[in-house]
């Protein structure tokens, strides 16, 4: 078992490196339309039009489709014939580019009505609305070649190469950052720079999958056996999977949603948040999911229970291990961090307050969000798609809810909707717990809370620590960056080493285990 566990440290940190250095150019990116576009109305509409494709990518790239297909297809490796395999991916490509190219037409069409749904409060605000549909149809067949990438991710995953999946984002961030310096003055709306990068990107990162999977003996071809066994299995597991694995982000599509209706820039105050957190999700708990994935079907696929709901456990107290203090990070470094990303041009103090807000309320989740990607997998591993499907609607309304209470009865506004999404994320998470305790015979509470509490108690010194040494700046003016720097890389640093060193004095053992495998490596 310490060999699987192995297998997925080692391949969560290869999609976590990878995510790791797409997360640093989309920082980079993100600083490039703060200081172009601020948080204004043109932001806001960007924001809003690419929120439905970039909601497909994740929905689909990280979730329902690569956690709905890696189960059967490894089943498929593990026990059928090459020529069975083969068969599986080519129906899986035919079916997969159809539906996508209808899904595409679709939203180009009627991407008007699209808008009205998800920004209700454009309406009214003629320009506006305009502006976002037209961005919305641009960026729309980005939507088509993401499909297609999250199906190539599945099968390399499946065949044990993260690499080039976990690498190819930084092609749509490069993309991004590239088209608004070369165009910016060339377009009369100058934020339409945006939307040409964002497709170009997604072309790029697909046709960047292709050498790996010839590599592995892959090709595609039209099969139009939609009734093959495989492939219902695997619509079966999908259709539920779009909202079972994508709560977070469905709450994040809602928020905005709630956002239109509040004072302008309140979306994009969420969406720099949004981007905040999703740093150390990205590069830590949806890189442990998508690890284990692969193990976990393997394992279900032959009957190894036992061993499978100990990799579980494992990847979640490894997700919570480093998920926690990331949290507290955020938390007690919001200011700091925003200040130094984001604030220049037209990206003001007052932005960098009110995103501050978003993003205290979204970290209190943080650990929760990491810890459903890390169960979900599980119920995908066992082909049960229902649960996570049940318990997901079941927190989508309550998270409709508290976004009407926050916003209508507290003076939270736009805070308030990320505070319900960590609230809703949270729940999320208990309600895993208890459904996915018989299937396995018992989930360990005792250790995995105890595990919990050691990590939150090892991580608060580190906070503090952090926070006093970034509170000797002054993070209201704009510049001064050869001062902020220094001073916020010491307090993430020094905050860094008192985690490691209280987790090593508290035997942490998750602590252990990495340190372990870095002597096996050295």
């Known amino acids: 078992m310490m060999t699987e566990n192995r297998k997925i440290t080692k391949a969560a940190s290869t999609i976590g490196m990878g995510t790791l250095l797409s997360r640093i150019l989309g920082f980079l990116r993100d600083m490039v339309i703060a200081h172009f576009f601020g948080a204004g109305m043109a932001a806001d509409a960007f924001f809003v039009a690419f929120r439905i494709p970039n909601l497909w990518r994740r929905l689909v790239g990280e979730g329902s489709l690569t956690i709905s297909f890696i189960p059967v297809y490894t089943e498929y490796l593990h026990q059928r014939s090459e020529e069975e395999t083969k068969e599986v991916t080519h129906a899986a490509f035919t079916l997969m580019g159809l539906v996508l190219l209808l899904i595409t037409l679709f939203g180009i069409l009627f991407s008007p009505v699209l808008i009205q749904i998800i920004a209700p409060g454009f309406a009214g605000i003629p320009e506006k609305f305009q502006l976002t549909v037209m961005l919305n149809q641009i960026i729309f067949p980005y939507l088509f070649f993401m499909g297609l990438f999250a199906l190539c991710m599945g099968i390399l ?293 105890k595990s919990l509490f050691r990590t939150l108690l090892c991580s608060l010194p580190m906070g503090f620590i952090a926070y006093l040494i970034c509170s000797m700046g002054d993070w209201s003016t704009t510049g001064n960056e050869t001062e902020k720097i220094p001073l916020l890389g010491a307090g993430i640093a020094i905050g860094l080493i008192v985690y490691v060193i209280i987790s090593y004095l508290a035997k942490n053992a998750e602590m252990v285990f990495l340190l372990k495998m870095l002597r096996k490596k050295r």
């Open 157 to 449: 995953n499946s065949h044990r190469h993260f690499f080039a999946p976990a690498i190819a984002p930084i092609f749509l961030n490069i993309s991004i950052i590239l088209s608004v310096f070369l165009f910016y003055h060339f377009f009369q709306k100058p934020v339409m720079t945006l939307a040409i990068g964002v497709l170009a990107g997604g072309v790029i990162q697909l046709l960047f999958q292709i050498p790996f999977l010839w590599q592995k003996g892959i090709t595609f071809r039209f099969n139009f056996h939609f009734g093959h066994p495989a492939i219902r299995r695997i619509s079966a597991l999908m259709v539920p999977g779009l909202i079972g694995t994508g709560v977070y982000q469905l709450n994040v599509f809602i928020d905005t949603i709630f956002a239109s209706f509040l004072p302008g820039g309140s979306v994009s105050y969420l969406f720099f948040a949004d981007r905040l957190l999703e740093f150390p999700l990205g590069i830590f708990a949806i890189a442990i999911g998508m690890a284990s994935l692969p193990s976990l079907s393997g394992l279900a696929s032959q009957g190894k229970m036992e061993e499978l709901k100990e990799s579980l456990f494992f990847t979640f107290r490894l997700t919570s291990f480093i998920s926690i203090p990331a949290m507290t990070g955020l938390i007690a470094l919001k200011t700091p961090i925003i200040n130094l990303l984001f604030q220049r041009g037209l990206f003001d103090y007052t932005a960098t307050v009110m995103t501050a807000k978003a993003l205290l309320c979204y970290s209190i989740g943080l650990w929760a969000i990491a810890g459903v990607r890390t169960l979900v997998p599980a119920f995908y591993s066992l082909q049960d798609a229902w649960t996570p499907l049940k318990i997901g609607l079941i927190c989508l309304g309550a998270n409709v809810v508290l976004n009407a209470v926050f916003i209508f009865f507290t003076p939270l506004k736009h805070a308030g909707l990320a505070l319900a999404t960590s609230l809703s994320s949270i729940l999320n998470l208990i309600l895993l717990c208890k459904r996915l305790d018989p299937k396995l015979g018992g989930m360990e509470a005792s250790k995995n809370v």
